[in-house]
């Protein structure tokens, strides 16, 4: 259960496909050229092929626990966390202000992809501290940012986030979590928060909750809620952590998969919190951290991908069943066939994630409107479209195994354990997909369409070297702009029953697009074979995919209650 990081696709996309040269030509990250870019993520890939691969089956066979109140890490965490806080990977895009690399968001997100597929549990840990890293550069005072991003940054404290609760689920206006005014300028946090990632552990020296509750003047719904800092240690004068918080895990639960990350119940007893940004404000604050979030999610499905498909296409190297001319059974057509949809998909899952930090980091060094429009428009299809991708590979791979991928030593079920709660994370795929037909189409389909000209372009630029991969890319774009002016027309509550298969047939698009780039990069490689499998083979896909986005609303909600039941 080796890896192996894929260095050549980072290189392949991030110079020719996804337009990262246009990153490292602005004034902000003009040290980020190929070079420097190039060296950081060998870096990484050492680091996660090296240190933190041989942890991942030690996070599943021996889980978190809660001991005396306090969560015991898996064998060889600490020392995996120590590898990413000294090698500053928690830290790769935070502002050089506070001890950041300062490096575009484009970077990490594929130094995250390979801690993904390299120990997903562990890599949970930095990825919620890199959002509360965002959130408070972005909201919190200057006082706040001074004593907790420096210690954020290097990994010495750790951060999480507390949105949902018991009552309230996705439904995050129905939290009942309550902040009372301490009169010194803190407040007192009371509640109880669920499925808190990595809410403690026994590694760092401190914890730092960001936490959703209502002021006694908040009112109902989103609108009331303020967003509030509460550490497990309150810092003492010199800014070191000192007593302990009112806080504490009241269990940590029993999961399908990641067992390694402790998925916490929090409860705040009347503890000390600081307020971030503005009373009332909390959702606009913690929605920075949560975009983070869904991007990183998104990669946590290519990561997880990316470690299936390697192991899957070991085994069918290594297994012998049959006569084939390989001498084992990746000769097999159908072996043939799975292994090639998987990297297909892992490939242009992993290109729109990244084509989205581009995007990000676009916006962030030139201010532009359009690129943070981009940013938008694509995140919700990131993050459902990598994550269906990583559980689909992920269970392709385990088909691979046959038999032997039911049994747990080959360590193939784990990765579809472990990657299944991805398209929960962060907003559910459906919730995805509504935000993607309802406030992304806001704009009466602008943004959707200044990329479809794009791909159309690129199409109509490609078609005199290869046609037969080029045609069909323009058409399925054709064919998309059809469905999206339908969509648009329409009231966005008729849009939602349509929203999963338009979302999807959007990221099946996208995907014969970046394999078509990726063909025209490389002509005589093979990755033109793997984009002619794509764009002959699965982009075919978005004709269903979209005639379903055509139909609307009025049969699927015709069908009662009374009509599902048993």
């Known amino acids: 259960m080796t890896y192996r990081a894929p260095l050549d696709d980072f290189r392949l996309l991030l110079n020719h496909i996804v337009g990262f040269d246009s990153v490292s030509k602005t004034a902000r990250f003009e040290d980020a050229t190929t070079e420097t870019v190039e060296a950081i993520l060998s870096e990484a890939a050492k680091m ?36 990413i806080a000294d090698g500053g990977w928690v830290a790769v895009s935070a502002d050089p202000e506070f001890g950041g690399m300062g490096l575009p968001l484009t970077v990490t997100t594929a130094v995250n992809d390979m801690m993904v597929s390299s120990n997903m549990a562990l890599h949970l840990n930095p990825l ?25 940054v290097t990994g010495e404290w ?16 129905a939290l009942s979590s309550k902040a009372e005014p301490n009169g010194d300028g803190t407040y007192a946090i009371t509640g109880q928060k669920i499925f808190i990632s990595w809410g403690d552990n026994d590694f760092t020296e401190n914890v730092c909750h960001l936490v959703l509750a209502r002021l006694p003047d908040g009112v109902a719904g989103t609108k009331g809620i303020s967003l509030f800092l509460v550490p497990r240690n309150i810092p003492d004068a010199d800014g070191k952590p000192g007593e302990a918080n009112s806080l504490k895990v009241v269990s940590v639960e029993h999961k399908m998969g990641i067992h390694g990350s402790p998925t916490c119940v929090m409860s705040f007893e009347g503890a000390r ?93 030139t201010g532009d409107a359009e690129w943070q429009a981009r940013a938008a428009f694509l995140t919700p299809i990131a993050k459902a479209f990598g994550t269906d991708t990583g559980i689909e590979v992920a269970n392709t791979g385990l088909q691979v195994h046959g038999g032997m991928g039911f049994i747990e030593e080959t360590g193939a079920a784990q990765y579809v354990r472990d990657v299944r709660v991805t398209a929960i994370y962060e907003g559910t795929n459906g919730i995805q997909a509504m935000d993607l037909v309802g406030r992304k189409l806001m704009d009466g389909g602008e943004a959707a369409y200044k990329l479809l000209d794009e791909i159309e372009a690129f199409a109509e630029g490609a078609r005199a070297i290869m046609p037969d991969l080029a045609e069909p890319v323009w058409q399925a774009s054709e064919n998309l702009r059809e469905t999206t002016e339908a969509l648009v027309a329409r009231e966005v509550s008729d849009r939602f029953a349509v929203a999963v298969p338009f979302l999807r047939g959007f990221a099946r698009v996208l995907g014969g697009y970046f394999h078509l780039a990726a063909a025209m990069a490389k002509p005589d490689g093979a990755e033109a074979k ?27 909600m015709g069908i009662s209650p009374d009509d599902l039941a048993v």
């Open 48 to 83: 996660c092929e090296e240190v933190l691969t041989p942890l991942n089956r030690n996070g599943d066979l021996d889980p978190a626990v809660l001991e005396n109140g306090k969560v015991r890490s898996s064998n060889g965490f600490a020392d995996g966390y120590k590898a």
């Open 128 to 152: 919620m501290t890199q959002g509360q890293i965002e959130a408070l550069e972005h909201h919190a005072c200057d006082e706040l940012k001074a004593l907790y991003l420096p210690k954020l």
């Open 158 to 173: 750790a951060g999480t986030m507390n949105l949902t609760e018991p009552q309230a689920g996705s439904d995050v206006g």
């Open 273 to 365: 919190g600081w307020l971030v940004g503005s009373e009332h404000d909390g959702m606009r604050a913690m929605f920075t951290m949560m975009n983070n979030a869904r991007l990183g999610v998104a990669v946590q499905g290519v990561g997880i991908a990316e470690r299936a498909y390697q192991q899957a296409l070991a085994y069918a190297n290594e297994r012998k069943q049959g006569r084939t001319a390989e001498g084992s059974i990746i000769g097999h057509a159908d072996v043939r066939r799975m292994l090639a949809s998987m990297k297909a998909d892992t490939f242009a899952a992993r290109a729109i994630a990244l084509s989205v930090a581009v995007a990000l980091d676009m916006a962030n060094a």
């Open 530 to 556: 793997l984009a002619a499998f794509y764009i002959k083979r699965l982009l075919p896909e978005h004709l269903g995919l979209l005639a379903h986005a055509r139909e609307g609303a009025d049969d699927l």
